[in-house]
Structures are given as C-alpha cells and as structure tokens.
Antibody
Framework: QLQLQESGPGLVKPSETLSLTCTVS??????????WGWVRQPPKGLEWIGSI??????FYNPSLKSRVSISVDTSKNQFSLRLTSVTAADTAVYYC???????????WGQGTTVTVSS | IVLTQSPGTLSLSPGERATLSCRAS???????LAWYQQKPGQAPRLLIY???SRAAGIPDRFSGSGSGTDFTLSISRLEPEDSAVYFC??????????FGQGTKVEIK
C-alpha cells in the first residue's frame, strides 16, 4: 500500500524559507494518473498549497503562488515544497498528498508540524 | 469558489442520522465534489468523491448527494467512531482545490 512521509525542520524563523520533502514508498511517483501535492492545516481548516505532476508541471494556490515552489525528483521518488518569506501565519501542520483529478486526495502523509518563530 | 459548510457543530446520539451541508458560492460540477473525515490527531481521509461515490473501504452508512450549489453528506446509524470533523472539497479545472471550513460531529 502506497505511503507518504513528510520530513523537514519543525521550526523556521520569520522571513526565512520553509522546506519540506515527501517520500513516496511502496509505489511510484511516476504514475500517469496521479498528481502529488501539499495541504496545510493551521489551527482550523485545510488549505491546498499546490500540486505537481511527475513530469514537473506545477499548479499553485493563487494566494500563495508568489512564495511557493514545488519540485519532483523521480529518481528518489520524492517531491518537495519550498515556501519563502514565512511569517507566523504559515505555522501549520503540513501534509503531503496524492491527488487524482475527478477522484480526490486519496493518500495522505501523517503530517508534520511547522512552527514559524524566532 | 467558496464552500460554506453548516452547521458548525452537530451533536447527536448513537444510532441517529447526521446530515451535513456544503454550499458552493457558484454552481459546480458534482464530478468534482468530495468529502473527507478527520479524526483528532489524524490526517483527513477521503470518504466520498464525485458527490455521491464512496471511496474504497468506506462503509455504506456514509452517503453523498447534491448538485449545482448544494451538496449533502449523510451518515446513517451513527457510531461513536464517527466523531470527527468533516470537510467538503471542490476541484476546479484550473486546477485548484478548495475546502469548506468543516463541520464537527459529536456523538453524545
């Protein structure tokens, strides 16, 4: 059964860059029918950050587009998130997910808490 | 698209039926409306896709319906394990994904 695992620092200073990696196991990131993405959860609610196809095509939440970059490394079966110029408002649990258009987000990582604080 | 869920909290007894609402600010394709369940300390889990189709392994107590701007998640014969927050989600062709703010279901 395919699994996702987030990794990265749990504490980031204001104005710095948040970087997270998601490792895909027991499955291939090069699936032709799936996208891979990031969702975050502040104290309340869920927010889609962006998605990437194995070929490298990316799609971002317009509200975050100027600060977000998602990349994929098919050789390592990983994809990564970079969020620049972070503030306290970026403090959240960050999930990596597998997406299928017309279906939904059917596989989720366990989530990693990122706190923005000096 | 803005998704508005109601009520904010639903408190029901085991065996009762829960009815959760998700209203879209504009008409959306039912093919791209999904529901998720999130229990405390866990990641969300896909329940319903295409407004009315159950995801793999989801009990038939969970059902979805609706079209246009109004969608409903129903949970029949509530069990204590159904205590969770439920989110609706829309996928737009841009493509972007939007979530509702969630409805908390409490089992008395």
């Amino acid at each position: 059964q395919l699994q996702l695992q987030e990794s990265g620092p749990g504490l980031v200073k204001p104005s710095e860059t948040l970087s997270l990696t998601c490792t895909v196991s027991s499955g291939s990131i090069s699936s032709v029918i799936h996208y891979w993405g990031w969702v975050r959860q502040p104290p309340k609610g869920l927010e889609w950050i962006g998605s990437i196809y194995y070929s490298g095509n990316t799609f971002y939440n317009p509200s975050l587009k100027s600060r977000v970059s998602i990349s994929v490394d098919t050789s390592k079966n990983q994809f990564s998130l970079r969020l620049t110029s972070v503030t306290a408002a970026d403090t959240a649990v960050y999930y990596c997910v597998r997406l299928q258009h017309g279906y939904g987000m059917d596989v989720w990582g366990q989530g990693t808490t990122v706190t923005v604080s000096s | 698209i803005v998704l508005t869920q109601s009520p904010g909290t639903l408190s029901l007894s085991p065996g009762e039926r829960a009815t959760l609402s998700c209203r879209a600010s504009h008409s959306v394709s039912s093919s791209y409306l999904a529901w998720y369940q999130q229990k405390p300390g866990q990641a969300p889990r896909l329940l319903i896709y295409g407004a009315s189709s159950r995801a793999a392994g989801i009990p038939d107590r969970f059902s979805g319906s609706g079209s246009g701007t109004d969608f409903t998640l129903s949970i029949s014969r509530l069990e204590p394990e159904d205590s969770a927050v439920y989110f609706c989600q829309h996928y737009a062709s841009s493509p972007t994904w939007t979530f509702g703010q969630g409805t908390k279901v409490e089992i008395k």
